[in-house]
């Protein structure tokens, strides 16, 4: 990515710095009027040919960057503002506050898009990118689980956990060291139980999540199926052996994304229904799949995967 449109390095100027600069007022307006520049919040400003093409995340990080500059005192971004600068996904998030942690130890405020907090910083919670202090990976994750729902909070944490940016065992320990007597915690312990690094789609968290939600027997994520004589045939997202089942979630882009060249989606249906049927053949389990409108209509769901889990219930009904 060219500087000039990575939103972590990309130019932003403060008003104070362009008017010290010899730019005054009259020719800031001038720029915005003629959109060569935007105004991400007020007084900072960065070329509008950068800001265009951004999405939600990144825009949300040239935001945070201007907060920065902008503080009176020395803070780190943190809580949900710290996911994207670690490439973390953002669905779910609440993006509309940037958040940061003041260092001074003095009482936080929300205001002007801008959330403060405070709270004991440890020296191993904080790390250098860009040149601004970031909350680490592994205190993100436990204080998204502060302020965003149960199923936000997993998507996240388990994000983090498969790109290997932080693992179980230290988001355990930095918990155990003094965050379960933070406020808001109350989900924090769930959140942390639910943290599996094999889960890598949002989609699989959000299921992943729904099963427990749900009361379901916990699935085992990435089930591997292999031929008698070792050979990987198949990685399914969620099995239960015991049950003679799985379930595959199907995500918006997936069959876009088992494209072959010169392959149009009919022929992925057709390879994926012959994978099903040789992993019947080598296990016995049946297939089941959901995908994200599924998780629109829980109560609905929940009773197909019942059904899908104890069929014989189903038809006895």
Request: proline share 6%; aromatic share 8%.
């Amino acid at each position: 990515m060219d500087d000039d449109t990575d939103p972590f390095l990309m130019p932003l100027w403060l008003r104070r710095e362009l008017i010290r600069n010899g730019c005054p007022d009259r020719e800031i307006a001038q720029r915005l009027r003629s959109r060569e520049w935007v105004r991400p919040r007020r007084g900072a400003y960065t070329p509008a040919s950068a800001w265009a093409p951004l999405d939600a995340a990144a825009r949300h990080v040239v935001t945070t960057r201007a907060v920065v500059k902008q503080a009176n005192t020395d803070v780190v971004v943190s809580h949900s503002s710290a996911v994207p600068w670690w490439g973390g996904t953002t669905w779910g998030l609440d993006l509309d506050f940037v958040h940061i942690t003041r260092r001074d130890g003095k009482t936080g405020r929300k205001e002007a898009g801008v959330h403060e907090h405070c709270g004991l910083i440890l020296a191993e919670d904080v790390v250098t990118r860009h040149g601004v202090a970031i909350m680490s990976p592994t205190r993100t994750a436990l204080e998204v689980s502060t302020l965003a729902s149960l199923e936000v909070a997993v998507v996240v944490l388990n994000d983090l956990l498969h790109r290997k940016l932080t693992t179980p065992a230290a988001v355990r320990e930095r918990y155990d060291k003094s965050m379960e007597r933070w406020p808001d915690t109350r989900a924090t312990e769930i959140v942390i139980r639910l943290g599996d690094p094999r889960i890598a789609s949002v989609l699989e968290s959000r299921f992943w999540t729904f099963c427990y939600l749900a009361g379901l027997p916990a699935p085992i994520p990435q089930y591997e199926v292999r031929t008698p004589d070792g050979h990987l045939v198949a990685v399914l997202d969620f099995a239960w052996p015991a049950f003679g089942a799985y379930v595959e979630t199907n995500g918006k882009s997936k069959y876009l994304e088992l494209l072959e060249p010169d392959e149009k989606p009919g022929d992925v249906i057709q390879r994926e229904r012959r994978r099903e049927e040789l992993v019947n053949r080598l296990t016995g389990l049946r297939a089941l799949h959901v995908d994200w409108d599924d998780l629109s209509r829980p109560r609905v769901t929940e009773q197909r995967v019942r059904d899908h889990l104890w069929p014989a219930e189903s038809s006895a009904s």
